[in-house]
């Protein structure tokens, strides 16, 4: 039974990682739209929208690698291998 949970994705250390990234990339995500909504110095507001874009395409990306993964286990979870 323990070998089918390391084999599954909830043993996946990978998926793990990759799934506080993401919680972490939302709260920076959310930072950084608090952070634009308070300023009104013209150069600020470029920097919060270039923090913003940024943010949100590292967020794109590691959404995009969670499924990447989820669908790999998804397909055959028997054939995936634990590194």
Do not use: H, W
């Not at 390391?6 to 996946?12: A, K, L, P, Q, R």
């Not at 930072?31 to 874009?53: F, G, H, R, T």
Request: hydrophobic fraction near 35%; charged fraction near 30%; glycine fraction near 2%.
């Amino acid at each position: 039974m323990n070998r089918i949970l390391e084999n599954s994705i909830f043993g996946d250390k990978r998926y793990a990682l990759l799934l506080e990234d993401l919680d972490r990339t939302k709260e920076d995500l959310d930072s950084a739209y608090m952070k634009l909504s308070n300023v009104i110095e013209p150069d600020l507001i470029d920097c919060y929208i270039y923090e913003v874009q940024s943010v949100q395409m590292r967020y794109k990306f590691l959404l995009s690698r969670v499924k990447q993964i989820e669908d790999s286990y998804a397909k055959n979870p028997l054939e995936v291998s634990g590194s």
